[in-house]
């Protein structure tokens, strides 16, 4: 059976009327409550897409979201974020949250800064099971920023609405920001229990693979194992350690390097064909920068 395509939703109008809300105030901007809403019944809206960025902040949900093998309820504060274009699946029917949802259109940024800082914000690409758990002092920030821009939205436009509303948006998303990060942080238990596991996947696919396949895989590997995005993995590891993913998975080949080179026979150029690197002088490069030795120097170091 064919599978059917997300209900594509293009505008904010077109979603307060899916959503049995007033029709919006600004045709490109709105922030509403989910207590107005009225979720369809209709089984082609459990999926959709929008041509719009949303920014959620859920209260007193009654479920609690799977992270990895644990659960967390979502007692307090819970904030989520959806790009233009990402899918939204398994919407489920009598869909009756409490709390507040901005939504704009990417058109509305149009040349303001905001446009590109905005594609510099990781969390739009997070998984629904990574959302922003906020404190009770952060979901009141928030709430107030929102109520304020719907209030600026509710108002007659003249020549600074379009400033005042930007300059909004601009602040939820640099609080959500500074929010996100103080997240690794103080959840620092699960963050380590994560960076465990990681660690641990990193060192068993060394340990399990021959030397013949000994290429790094991609990052998405490890993340499917983790149950994570490959943003949110990234992200946490940079506040944990000051490393992303990538300088994680480079300096556990470096380690694996060192061995090789000192208890086989190997040439380096054999060493870097077994790491998957197509020229040798890549891997010198890697290594060089990551030791302050050439390959062959740390070799004589130990003969």
Avoid at 17 to 30: E, G, K
Avoid at 40 to 45: F, L, R, V, W
Avoid at 176 to 190: E, G, I, P, V, W
Wanted: charged fraction near 20%.
């Amino acid at each position: 059976m064919k599978k059917e395509a997300p209900y594509h939703i293009k505008t904010v109008s077109e979603q307060h009327r899916i959503l049995s809300l007033p029709m919006p105030q600004h045709p490109l901007v709105s922030v509403f409550n989910f207590e107005d809403m009225e979720y369809p019944a209709d089984e082609k809206y459990r999926c959709v897409t929008l041509d719009l960025y949303t920014i959620s902040i859920k209260k007193e949900a009654d479920q609690k979201v799977k992270y990895g093998q644990s659960h967390y309820d979502f007692d307090e504060g819970v904030m989520s974020f959806i790009g233009p274009k990402q899918v939204i699946s398994n919407i489920s029917e009598g869909h009756h949250p409490k709390g507040w949802c901005l939504v704009f259109h990417p058109d509305f940024l149009g040349k303001h800064p905001l446009a590109a800082k905005i594609k510099t914000y990781d969390f739009f690409g997070y998984a629904a099971n990574e959302a922003l758990h906020l404190s009770e002092k952060e979901e009141e920030t928030i709430l107030t920023i929102m109520q304020l821009l719907r209030t600026e939205i509710n108002k007659s436009i003249d020549a600074y609405s379009e400033s005042v509303l930007l300059s909004y948006i601009d602040l939820i998303l640099s609080y959500s920001d500074r929010f996100y990060h103080r997240q690794f942080l103080t959840r620092k238990a699960l963050s380590n229990d994560i960076l465990a596991k990681f660690e641990s996947l990193l060192s068993a696919y060394f340990s399990d693979h021959h030397t013949h396949q000994l290429a790094l895989p991609s990052v998405q590997y490890f993340c499917d194992q983790l149950h994570i995005s490959p943003n949110y993995l990234s992200n946490m590891l940079r506040s944990l350690t000051g490393k992303s993913t990538q300088q994680h998975m480079q300096d556990m080949l470096i380690e694996k390097s060192k061995e090789l080179l000192t208890t086989t026979n190997l040439t380096v150029a054999e060493i870097a064909y077994l790491f998957g690197f197509g020229y040798p002088q890549s891997f010198n490069k890697l290594f060089k920068h990551k030791t302050n030795y050439t390959p062959l120097a740390y070799r004589k170091l130990f003969n």
